[in-house]
């Protein structure tokens, strides 16, 4: 079972990448390890050098794609430049745009039921992804008085919740679930009233 030629020193990145192409296919329970080996093109027993059974190797992607996320979502906000509004709105146009682009990895991560605290290195990477977004919100929270300030924490939750509703309801092509509007429109807009709620938009902007 050699048909892809992969030797032994990337085994386990070609092991994640036949997971990624199944969960595409099939979801992320919707395949055994040893369909995932012969998608790989290697024998089952070779999987188990690597990984202990399918949750490991989920894990292992979605560990994958919340290291490419938050790359995205570092690039994205860009320390806070030009603005801090600016920087706050790209931060949820890359949540769409990782959706979008990669749709494996955004499945194993948070449609797997693979926790975040399924290993350490997991954790990690995750906690740093959604740091961004807190990042981001902290800076442009610094505009609203303290006394009316919520938590950095409590306002990107808000936005990473709003974030994954368009993801789940109208940016991943689900049947019978359409929108007259573009999900990038949706979320903007729903960002915007958002943030016009705690005074850092003009009713008019």
């Excluded at 892809?4 to 386990?12: D, F, P, S």
């Excluded at 902290?138 to 919740?161: C, D, G, N, T, V």
């Excluded at 007259?180 to 729903?190: A, N, R, S, V």
């Amino acid at each position: 079972m050699t048909k892809r030629g992969y030797h032994h020193g990337n085994l386990r990145a070609a092991l994640i990448e036949a997971c990624l192409r199944l969960i595409e296919m099939r979801g992320p329970t919707g395949f055994t390890l040893s369909e995932a080996a012969r998608e790989a093109g290697v024998t089952p027993a070779a999987v188990y050098r690597h990984f202990a059974g399918r949750e490991d190797l989920i894990a292992a992607a979605a560990q994958e794609g919340y290291g490419i996320f938050a790359d995205l979502m570092d690039h994205a906000f860009a320390d806070g430049q030009p603005s801090a509004l600016a920087a706050f709105g790209a931060t949820g146009r890359a949540y769409l745009a990782f959706a979008r682009r990669y749709p494996g990895h955004y499945i194993a991560m948070f449609e797997s039921g693979v926790s975040i605290n399924h290993s350490p290195d997991l954790h990690a990477v995750a906690t740093r992804a959604m740091g961004v977004l807190e990042k981001a919100a902290s800076a442009l929270s610094q505009h609203i008085p303290a006394e009316k300030r919520p938590p950095a924490q409590m306002f990107s939750a808000h936005i990473w919740a709003m974030s994954h509703g368009v993801v789940e309801l109208f940016a991943r092509g689900n049947p019978g679930r359409t929108s007259p509007f573009p999900p990038d429109d949706l979320l903007e807009t729903g960002i915007g009233i958002y943030l016009r709620g705690l005074g850092l938009l003009d009713p008019d902007q």
